[in-house]
């Protein structure tokens, strides 16, 4: 299994991830083919949570402490990827977990 079910009480661990240009990140996102400032609240989703980009440029509600996060929404613009990674688009970086949440600084 990649990543758990999704769920509204599904639980995640939230990670800091550069979607600019010479980011962590490294190749632009995988929705769009662009880059994100970090002051744009953007995040990328563990390998099941993408779910083949069915979630692409769609918003998701950021919660913590088991509360939401009031008025905070985060775009859905690439994968964290739980099978593969360590390649030049990702900085060759290990692999994700398949509960990661990776936001920009804005979130």
Same mark, same amino acid.
């Given at each position: 299994?990649?990543?758990?079910?999704?769920?509204?009480?599904? #639980?995640?661990?939230?990670?800091? *991830?550069?979607?600019?240009?010479?980011?962590?990140?490294?190749?632009?996102?995988?929705?769009?083919?662009?880059?994100?400032?970090? *002051?744009?609240?953007?995040?990328?989703?563990?390998?099941?949570?993408? *779910?083949?980009?069915?979630?692409?440029? *769609?918003?998701?509600?950021?919660?913590?402490?088991? #509360?939401?996060? #009031?008025?905070?929404?985060?775009?859905?613009?690439?994968?964290?990827?739980?099978?593969?990674?360590?390649?030049?688009?990702?900085?060759?970086?290990?692999?994700?977990?398949?509960?990661?949440?990776?936001?920009? #600084?804005?979130?």
């Amino acid at each position: 299994m990649c990543s758990p079910p999704v769920s509204s009480h599904t #639980k995640a661990t939230l990670a800091l *991830n550069s979607f600019e240009k010479g980011g962590d990140g490294g190749a632009p996102s995988e929705c769009d083919s662009q880059y994100h400032s970090d *002051n744009t609240p953007v995040v990328a989703l563990s390998t099941g949570w993408y *779910n083949h980009g069915n979630r692409y440029l *769609n918003f998701i509600d950021i919660h913590g402490n088991g #509360k939401m996060v #009031k008025g905070l929404e985060a775009m859905m613009v690439d994968e964290c990827d739980s099978t593969m990674r360590c390649d030049s688009d990702h900085h060759y970086q290990p692999r994700c977990n398949n509960n990661i949440v990776e936001a920009s #600084k804005a979130v």
